[in-house]
């Protein structure tokens, strides 16, 4: 059985959000109670939000479970005079489920460039073409490229009760911040701001029946993953790389992002993962190859780089929509069956 001192050591392995130092150096850390195999941590008063609050009772949970002995970790969190006291955890059953959806599949990308979007589109509508009812979230609020990609024109309308009716194409509901900007207008926006919105999407959308919500998250590990996981349970996470070994360090990273909040990771698509010589059929490794193999994870698919994929995205027929029987298409439509028969049951990475 680990130590309290033990427990302090591996606490300083956690720094807190936006800072260099670690928790412990902070005066985060109070009372360290052990009975058992459960651990007690009190955290001291904070002015933090209560997501920066649950975001770090998330982490110090996982980082502490992973010592010997320890089965249970239970964290309270002190509030500042005058507020009243809230359990900073964020247990499965404090998420609130979207009425009538399904599955939440989050598709995510360490680094930007490495065709996240494109995956994301393809793949809903492959999950379409399975008979599948399907709903297609861009939480990218700074960078939206559903609606060109899905080739979506119309607004959303407004609901009852001040809902949102998302826009409808191919058979997919849609909603992204691109229908509400002009093509020139930038989003200068902080933390809060994207993280309302990501809330707004999730919450005040009339998705209706759903077998699929698939979310195209922005790249990274920023605010709008961090919301998305602590609001409604996901069923899985799809990274999204390529070949390389500097895109692949960064899929460390989105396995470590989606591991801390125990979201279970599906598999990889590794993009661009070969060019296809379209005269002669000959495959060429630009970017090297047997990458998403050394992640560690389950290989969905690779798809290579194909003129029809990239013109489908900018005219908004995404290639599976326009040519259905393509091998590639086939390839997404793999990727659909293979998430469609986890079920959302899958292994979390360790």
Request: proline share 7%.
């Given at each position: 059985?680990?130590?309290?001192?033990?427990?302090?050591?591996?606490?300083?392995?956690?720094?807190?959000?936006?800072?260099?130092?670690?928790?412990?150096?902070?005066?985060?850390?109070?009372?360290?109670?052990?009975?058992?195999?459960?651990?007690?941590?009190?955290?001291?008063?904070?002015?933090?939000?209560?997501?920066?609050?649950?975001?770090?009772?998330?982490?110090?949970?996982?980082?502490?479970?992973?010592?010997?002995?320890?089965?249970?970790?239970?964290?309270?969190?002190?509030?500042?005079?005058?507020?009243?006291?809230?359990?900073?955890?964020?247990?499965?059953?404090?998420?609130?489920?979207?009425?009538?959806?399904?599955?939440?599949?989050?598709?995510?990308?360490?680094?930007?460039?490495?065709?996240?979007?494109?995956?994301?589109?393809?793949?809903?509508?492959?999950?379409?073409?399975?008979?599948?009812?399907?709903?297609?979230?861009?939480?990218?609020?700074?960078?939206?490229?559903?609606?060109?990609?899905?080739?979506?024109?119309?607004?959303?309308?407004?609901?009852?009760?001040?809902?949102?009716?998302?826009?409808?194409?191919?058979?997919?509901?849609?909603?992204?911040?691109?229908?509400?900007?002009?093509?020139?207008?930038?989003?200068?926006?902080?933390?809060?701001?994207?993280?309302?919105?990501?809330?707004?999407?999730?919450?005040?959308?009339?998705?209706?029946?759903?077998?699929?919500?698939?979310?195209?998250?922005?790249?990274?590990?920023?605010?709008?993953?961090?919301?998305?996981?602590?609001?409604?349970?996901?069923?899985?996470?799809?990274?999204?790389?390529?070949?390389?070994?500097?895109?692949?360090?960064?899929?460390?990273?989105?396995?470590?992002?989606?591991?801390?909040?125990?979201?279970?990771?599906?598999?990889?698509?590794?993009?661009?993962?070969?060019?296809?010589?379209?005269?002669?059929?000959?495959?060429?490794?630009?970017?090297?190859?047997?990458?998403?193999?050394?992640?560690?994870?389950?290989?969905?698919?690779?798809i290579p780089i194909i003129e029809e994929l990239r013109s489908g995205g900018d005219v908004g027929k995404p290639l599976v929509v326009q040519h259905p029987e393509h091998p590639v298409a086939q390839v997404f439509r793999s990727i659909a069956v293979r998430i469609a028969q986890a079920n959302g049951?899958?292994?979390?990475?360790?």
């Amino acid at each position: 059985m680990a130590s309290e001192q033990e427990i302090r050591t591996q606490l300083k392995s956690l720094s807190y959000p936006g800072s260099k130092h670690d928790i412990v150096a902070l005066g985060l850390v109070g009372d360290i109670s052990i009975q058992e195999d459960t651990v007690t941590i009190h955290l001291r008063s904070s002015s933090a939000k209560e997501e920066v609050i649950r975001h770090l009772a998330s982490r110090i949970t996982a980082t502490v479970s992973a010592l010997p002995g320890i089965k249970h970790v239970k964290i309270h969190a002190a509030r500042p005079a005058g507020t009243p006291e809230q359990p900073a955890s964020a247990p499965p059953a404090a998420q609130t489920v979207l009425p009538g959806v399904q599955q939440i599949i989050a598709v995510a990308s360490g680094k930007g460039g490495v065709g996240k979007s494109t995956v994301a589109v393809n793949l809903a509508l492959a999950l379409k073409a399975l008979g599948k009812r399907i709903g297609l979230l861009d939480a990218d609020v700074y960078g939206p490229s559903l609606p060109l990609m899905m080739g979506a024109q119309d607004m959303p309308r407004p609901g009852p009760d001040k809902k949102i009716q998302p826009v409808e194409k191919y058979g997919v509901s849609l909603i992204s911040m691109g229908f509400f900007l002009d093509d020139k207008s930038p989003v200068i926006w902080r933390g809060p701001m994207v993280m309302s919105v990501v809330r707004q999407f999730l919450r005040d959308v009339i998705w209706g029946e759903l077998d699929y919500l698939v979310v195209d998250l922005p790249p990274g590990t920023g605010d709008a993953s961090l919301t998305l996981a602590q609001e409604v349970p996901l069923s899985g996470g799809v990274i999204v790389t390529t070949p390389q070994e500097v895109a692949l360090l960064d899929v460390q990273r989105g396995i470590a992002m989606f591991r801390q909040v125990h979201v279970p990771i599906l598999g990889v698509v590794e993009n661009m993962s070969y060019y296809l010589c379209p005269h002669c059929g000959e495959r060429e490794d630009i970017f090297g190859h047997g990458g998403a193999g050394k992640t560690g994870l389950n290989v969905l698919g690779e798809i290579p780089i194909i003129e029809e994929l990239r013109s489908g995205g900018d005219v908004g027929k995404p290639l599976v929509v326009q040519h259905p029987e393509h091998p590639v298409a086939q390839v997404f439509r793999s990727i659909a069956v293979r998430i469609a028969q986890a079920n959302g049951a899958a292994v979390v990475h360790q």
